[in-house]
């Protein structure tokens, strides 16, 4: 087996990339070996599967940090349940430009770390922070035979409409450069405002300026998935109801990666 690679993104924060990557890790790993990837350093996807909140002192010199300078994951995985994996991240990823700088590391800085652990997982799922840093075109640069996708995340807000199109230049731009195999999976919406009375309108500017691109399922807002943050996953007696379309999100993510030329390959 090698992994596939989703990088979940968009330049625009609050629209549920963190969220969205861990329930999807969560719900991959019930039937493939899923390792999940913190590129953020608030580490919100490291909290959201460990329940963790004192990233800084637990997780200290123990991170992707690390993982990226030393060029091998292998000593930073922690376990988080059957078949799903974790590599953190807190507060001290700030430095990395600084220290990849001294170490006259690339943007392949990533994809070396990875290599040793490529065949071990059916899924490599990043979780980046809202910028278009190295933090995010490390991730969309790492290679795999098996494919590397990104899924671009939208929250039907104004800001996040016009954060799309950097976000899909960037995309390019690592494609070119690194990583030829890169594709856009998709446009994942995430109408965290559901409420909005323009959310009609934002769909279908952005079913209009990019076709085929928007994923099917639409990930509505519901107090249950807010709340997996601080329930967890393990005895939350409203589990099912938290991952509801994230079911639906998930076979079409599958479907769209298994295909030899996803609806919205560039
Ligand atoms: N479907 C949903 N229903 C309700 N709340 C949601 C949903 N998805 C995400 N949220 C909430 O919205 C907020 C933003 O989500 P999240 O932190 O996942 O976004 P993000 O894009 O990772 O943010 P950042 O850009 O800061 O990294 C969080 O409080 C989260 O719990
Ligand atoms: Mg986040």
Known sequence: MTAKIITFGISKGGCSKSTSSGITSFLLSNDEKVLAIDMD????LTSFLTGEYDICNVFEEKTVLEAILE???RSYIIKIKENLDLIPSNDFLATLPRKMFEKQLKLDALQKALEPVMEDYDWIIIDTPPALSEQTVMPLSTYSEAGSFAVVMFDGSMFAYYAIPKF??????AKERYNPSLKTAGILF??????????????????EDYPYLKFNTIIKRKASTRRLAIEGFE????????LEYYIPF?????????????????
């Open 41 to 44: 350093g608030q580490g919100n």
């Open 71 to 73: 060029e091998d994951a």
């Open 168 to 173: 899909l230049e960037i995309i390019e731009g």
């Open 190 to 207: 995430s109408l965290i405002d559901a409420r909005a009375k323009e959310n009609e309108v934002m769909l279908e500017a952005v079913e």
């Open 235 to 242: 005895g939350n007696a409203e589990l099912k109801n938290a």
């Open 250 to 266: 998930v076979e079409e993510l599958k479907e769209r990666v298994n295909q030899k030329q996803p609806q919205g390959s560039n």
